[in-house]
């Protein structure tokens, strides 16, 4: 009966989910117009999910159905306010945890959009916490900023209890998702450097990955304008221009004010495709010398010739060796020397998704 009840509640959380991924479609949809343009863009967008289904339904069943995935965990009281964890098979000690907010154009933006990454670095005895928030129109720039950190916060004050290390602790952000954690980086260290009481330190956060992010909204306005995000929903969701110095961490950190914290952040990686179409590549250059401008650690990886979307979907998917993927974990667990000796040792990671499926979906992707 239990197992049952247990099923029951999957196959009902799972419609849920669906229902929420369907309506938050609808909702971009309505806030990007429905002219020709995007007409051809959703039908791109159809074929693009089409072609990579077999990789997306294997990692759908591991979401729904494993006992690794602690799905929707409360960290907050707004109603997005949730993140699911994905957990390593042993609990042989404290595992070092990855925070993951999502990307979605701040408009679809959802957890499970992390359920492959936390897939695979599940398999390396890494925890991942994949923190949902507000999207527009429910939320503007300043509510999912908030959402977020109120998630990292209950990760570093939390994680424990799940078997993960408070002490390291790594956040990692993906397109608009690398916007968001960027900017709950930044403002952390502020609030830090001025002697502001937080509910979390900076100091628990080893790293940031940042992976091909936007992080200076006055150069990116014209041209997401350009590619469809026009600027008045643009504005609405960053709360106007008055806000883009706020919520621009390659802009923010140049301040007077505000260079004592580049002391406290973390190192910073960076990770982009030289042929990014959404959000172009010099945007991770950018920031990468801005902070080492103001005596910050950082760095940008390029991969030649990689998209968008590249990095994090068709590469995984494709299984294998992946060089994003082992700079990560490499970082990750740098300095213990026995989860190094299992990462060269480990197999290679399966493919999901034929080949030509991936490269007929690269042609074809909207992003």
């Known amino acids: 009966m239990d197992r049952q009840t247990s099923l029951s509640q999957d196959i009902g959380h799972a419609a ?33 999910a089409l072609l990579l289904m077999p990789g997306f339904l294997q990692v759908a069943y591991f ?55 936390g897939l695979q670095l599940a398999e390396r005895d ?24 109120q998630g990292v916060s209950f990760v570093c004050n939390a994680i424990d209890r799940y078997g993960g290390d408070p002490n390291r602790i790594y956040l990692m952000g993906q397109s608009a998702g690398a916007h968001i954690s960027a900017c709950v980086l930044l403002e952390q260290a502020i609030k830090e450097s001025r002697g502001e009481s937080t509910m979390w330190s900076v100091s628990q956060i080893k790293a940031y990955f940042g992976l091909s992010g936007g992080y200076n909204l006055f150069n990116l306005v014209d041209h997401f304008h350009n590619r469809g995000l026009y600027r008045s929903i643009f504005l609405s969701i960053m709360e106007g221009e008055e806000s883009f110095e706020q919520f621009s961490p390659e802009v923010r950190i140049k301040g007077p004010r505000n260079r004592e914290a580049a002391s406290l952040l973390p190192p910073i990686k960076l990770f982009h495709g030289t042929s990014d179409l959404s959000i172009p590549s010099d945007a991770s250059i950018n920031l990468a010398e801005a902070l080492k401008g103001v005596g910050a650690e950082a760095e940008v990886i390029l991969y030649e010739g990689k998209s ?60």
């Open 308 to 367: 968008h979307t590249d990095l994090f979907l068709q590469d995984p998917l494709r299984g294998g060796k992946d060089d994003l993927f082992d700079h990560m974990v490499s970082v990750i667990h740098a300095g213990d020397e026995e989860a190094l000796a299992k990462d060269a040792s480990a197999p290679l990671r399966k493919r999901l998704v034929p080949e030509f499926l991936l490269r007929l979906a690269r042609h074809i992707s909207p992003f």
């Open 126 to 149: 890494i925890i991942v916490a994949c923190v949902d928030y507000r999207n527009f129109p429910q939320g503007t720039i300043s509510d999912m900023v908030k959402d977020a950190s």
């Open 16 to 48: 849920a989910e669906t229902y929420l991924i369907t309506r938050l479609a609808f909702t971009l949809l309505r806030y990007l117009g429905v002219g020709y343009r995007w007409y051809t863009r959703l039908i791109a967008l159809v074929c693009y």
């Open 63 to 117: 979401y729904f159905f494993s006992s690794q995935v602690r799905r929707s965990i409360v960290y907050g009281d707004q109603p997005r306010n949730r993140l699911d964890l994905y957990l390593p098979t042993n609990n042989n000690g404290p595992k070092p945890v990855v925070v993951f907010v999502t990307g979605g154009a701040w408009i679809i933006g959802y957890k499970a959009w992390g359920s492959l990454l």
